[in-house]
């Protein structure tokens, strides 16, 4: 059975996301420049840069299968359309969306299956609103549909992880140990959300005070 995927903030053949987030592709001496002056005026080396891309890449094809889907939340790659299909070249996947995010090119559109700004995507009866950047309200949040992201690479996970009712999911590669999810794990993820969406839905409607 086909399955659904979701990842974002590839940054592929984007050298400074490298540095700026500290991944794990940095050379030692990178890492230790990085910690020490990660916005100066210098560039990691393309050896680096290959292995960031081959290691997202090979990523992506180890987990997602051909006539799987993924969804791609935003920040693809660094270039316009050129780079875009060189990139999408090395994945297998044949059914790969585009969820704009704010460094891809407009050139990119016709390489993916779909591209949305933001929408609602219906996975095993369960609504997703997909949006590159997190949101706090979105469509149907008060009705249980869940919120994947991207844009802000893990750092919004402490405050995600300090309010258990919000159904939201940080999808980009800082935050899942730079591997796409599936729609199977997301709904393991989710589950105890559920739960507790459902208890803090039904305080607020009996009109107990609830803490934020």
């Excluded at 780079?83 to 999408?88: E, H, N």
């Excluded at 044949?94 to 407009?106: A, F, K, P, T, Y």
């Excluded at 050139?107 to 779909?114: D, I």
């Excluded at 393991?188 to 839905?201: I, W």
Aim: hydrophobic share 35%; proline share 3%.
């Amino acid at each position: 059975m086909a399955n659904v995927w979701f990842t974002a903030d590839l940054h592929l053949g984007h050298g400074n996301i490298i540095r700026y987030c500290l991944r794990p592709y940095l050379s030692s001496a990178e890492r230790e420049r990085a910690l020490k002056d990660p916005r100066g005026k210098w560039r990691v080396s393309e050896r680096t840069l290959r292995r960031h891309d081959d290691a997202l890449l090979d990523g992506i094809n180890a987990a997602v299968q051909t006539r799987d889907t993924l969804w791609i939340l935003g920040d693809f790659c660094w270039g316009g359309i050129e780079m875009a299909r060189q990139y999408l070249g090395c994945i297998r996947c044949q059914n790969v969306n585009l969820v704009w995010g704010n460094h891809d090119h407009h050139s990119v559109r016709p390489l993916f299956g779909q591209v949305i700004h933001q929408g609602m995507v219906s996975v095993g009866g369960q609504n997703i609103w997909l949006n590159h950047y997190p949101m706090r309200s979105w469509n149907k949040s008060f009705h249980g549909s869940w919120h994947l992201y991207g844009h802000v690479h893990g750092r919004l996970a402490k405050e995600d992880e300090g309010k258990p009712w919000m159904l939201t999911r940080d999808v980009g590669v800082d935050a899942c140990n730079y591997q796409p999810v599936d729609f199977e794990s997301l709904r393991a993820y989710m589950a105890p959300r559920m739960e507790a969406f459902r208890q803090r839905k039904s305080e607020l409607a009996a009109g107990d005070n609830v803490n934020e």
